[in-house]
């Protein structure tokens, strides 16, 4: 009996320190005078999940714990293709886009990501944006849809990985394969039929042969996403040799902020874009290597033919982008007059 009472004596003593522990996150959380929602399109325990989780961290370490950061990881109540719009409604505060999912209600975003073709010189690009026009352009294009635009980030190149070998480009000929926004559009000119899926849902396709490939938005995606366990292919050339992608807010949730925490968070976003381009090259490089020792193999080197034929692919898309809507074409006619 003795034992009995000291038994639930322990049990309620933990469910007690439990209930205070739990009284204690909530008084934190209350005791913040912002409390955001962050949604991102990676699963948690990724690697660029975290960077997004080290940037939700940073905002209330630099806030004093005025604003309080909630992380949704992929699958966490908001599905990618949803992204954008439940910041623009504000069901979210902030999210990572990736903005080749919302090509049809941000065409500007495909643009800003990068088209074929475009430069994949950090400093070239940097300068697009803040030196030659871009950053005006998207804060308009995002503004106009309730979103504040902030500081985007540069991810590595973009590369197809296929389940079997391309030996030429007429072999991507019939494909499905997953590439959304002008990606997919680029391959469909070389004879492949794009699908759009969310990151979390290609290794789940590759394997059961619903797509024959996938592009990553770079190579830890596909290093992450265990890709090599189901297609071992990859080609050589990449569909863009670097992306741009931005953290937006909700515009009311913004104006509710005071000047020194607006700049709190725009310093915030500033840091993770540099930590974004200095640890992505590192991953790049490790990822490839990872994904070698388990049995990646690259196509043979493309031929000229195949390297005029990939170039001739993402010839016409900026003029196809440029016709989208304004937004567009002022960033395609700033990028053509920068080249």
């Known amino acids: 009996m003795i034992k009995t009472l000291k038994s639930l004596k322990n049990k309620l003593s933990a469910s007690a320190l439990l209930m205070t522990l739990g009284l204690g996150v909530a008084a934190d959380v209350a005791a913040a005078e912002h409390n955001w929602r962050f949604s991102n399109l990676y699963g948690r325990g990724t690697a660029f999940g975290e960077l997004y989780e080290g940037l939700a961290k940073d905002i209330e370490t630099m806030s004093d714990g005025r604003i309080a950061v909630q992380v949704l990881f992929s699958g966490e109540g908001v599905g990618t293709a949803g992204l954008l719009g439940a910041v623009k409604s504000g069901l979210i505060t902030m999210g990572a886009p990736f903005q080749s999912m919302h090509a049809g209600e941000l065409p500007a975003g495909v643009v800003e990501i990068g088209l074929p073709g475009g430069t994949d010189d950090p400093v070239k690009l940097n300068a697009l944006f803040h030196e030659q026009g871009w950053d005006a352009v998207l804060k308009q294009a995002y503004g106009s849809q309730g979103m504040v635009w902030l500081e985007p980030y540069i991810q590595p190149p973009v590369y197809i990985i296929t389940k079997n070998p391309i030996n030429s480009v007429a072999d991507f000929q019939g494909l499905k394969i997953r590439a959304p926004g002008a990606y997919g559009k680029f391959l469909r000119n070389l004879g492949a039929s794009p699908v759009s899926l969310a990151w979390s849902e290609i290794y789940t396709s590759l394997a059961t042969g619903v797509i024959d490939g996938s592009i990553g938005s770079n190579m830890i995606d596909h290093r992450d996403g ?114």
Not at 304 to 316: H, L, T
């Open 226 to 339: 265990n890709h090599v366990e189901v297609a071992k292919y990859m080609y050589r050339l990449p569909l863009a040799g670097a992306q741009v992608l931005p953290i937006v807010v909700n515009r009311g949730a913004w104006k509710k902020l005071p000047e020194d925490l607006q700049a709190v968070v725009q310093k915030a976003t500033e840091n993770h874009a540099q930590e974004q381009l200095t640890k992505s090259k590192t991953w790049e490089a490790e990822a490839v290597a990872e994904m070698e020792a388990k049995g990646l193999l690259w196509s043979p080197e493309p031929s000229d033919a195949d390297k005029k034929a990939w170039a001739d692919a993402g010839a016409g898309l900026w003029d196809e982008y440029a016709e989208q809507d304004k937004y567009s074409k002022q960033l395609i006619d700033i990028m053509r007059k920068n080249q």
